[in-house]
């Protein structure tokens, strides 16, 4: 059971905007800032989004970040095929003085 | 170019040791925090344990504290997880990965761990 709460899956087809969620509380998302990583199929994760909306150098704007209270939510627009892959909310959690990651979401690109 | 390479991964018996490392290059090791995290098989990320620049400050996820130990040698430009008592639930691919954890960037290649009788 993980600390922050995503959906297993999530899918849509090439161009559709698609949204992934992140439920906290206000030891971790309330009180910090929220990251997003992107696993592809069999390689390391990579920092997708950080401080809740920021992107990296190199991350497409079809990605974006946001956080209310105690939830965050991934997006990206104009979906495509390379996007297939596993993704990650994370935020430090006060309470437990430690980092909490969320289960993990699948998504499938049909 | 940025790059974290962990090794002394392998099979190990319960009850068992191992020390991974990781290599830095690429950047300055010497100011950036770090943090291990794992993965077990077919499962979601796990974090274990961040330290900072001058290694006099640590943290350690709950499942591994008294058990594992995370130093780094700042000559050496190194991160280790010195990892005691393993378990069987210890199996996975340990990754290193540069900053604080509000920015872990970049991850290692990760080095799997096998703990089995």
């Known amino acids: 059971q993980s600390v922050l709460t995503q959906p297993p899956s999530a899918s849509g087809t090439p161009g559709q905007r698609v949204t992934i969620s992140c439920s906290g509380s206000?030891?971790?998302?309330?009180?910090?800032?929220v990251n997003w990583y992107q696993q592809l199929p069999g390689t390391a994760p990579k920092l997708l989004i950080y401080?809740?909306?920021k992107r990296p150098s190199g991350v497409p704007d079809r990605f974006s970040g946001s956080k209310s209270g105690t939830s965050a939510s991934l997006a990206i627009r104009g979906l495509q095929s390379e996007d297939e892959a596993d993704y990650y909310c994370?935020?430090?959690?006060?309470?437990?003085?430690?980092?909490?990651f969320g289960g993990g979401t699948k998504l499938t690109v049909l | 170019e940025v790059q974290l390479l962990e090794s002394g991964g392998g099979l190990v018996r319960p009850g068992g040791s191992l020390r991974l490392s990781c290599a830095a290059s690429?950047?300055?090791?010497?100011?950036?925090?770090m943090n291990w995290v794992r993965q077990a098989p077919g499962k979601g990320l796990e974090w274990l344990s961040y330290?900072?620049?001058?290694?006099?400050?640590?943290y350690y996820a709950d499942s591994v504290k008294g058990r594992f130990v995370i130093s780094r040698d700042n000559s050496k430009n190194t991160l280790y997880l010195q990892m005691n008592s393993l378990r069987v639930d210890d199996t996975a691919v340990y990754y290193c990965?540069?900053?604080?954890?509000?920015?872990?960037?970049?991850w290692g290649q990760g080095t799997l761990v096998t703990v089995s009788s």
């Open positions: 990965a540069k900053g604080g954890f509000g920015l872990l960037d970049p």
């Open positions: 690429g950047f300055d090791f010497t100011n950036n925090a």
């Open positions: 330290i900072n620049s001058a290694g006099d400050t640590t």
């Open positions: 206000i030891s971790n998302i309330g009180t910090n800032t």
């Open positions: 401080s809740n909306y």
């Open positions: 994370a935020a430090w959690d006060d309470s437990l003085n430690g980092g909490v």
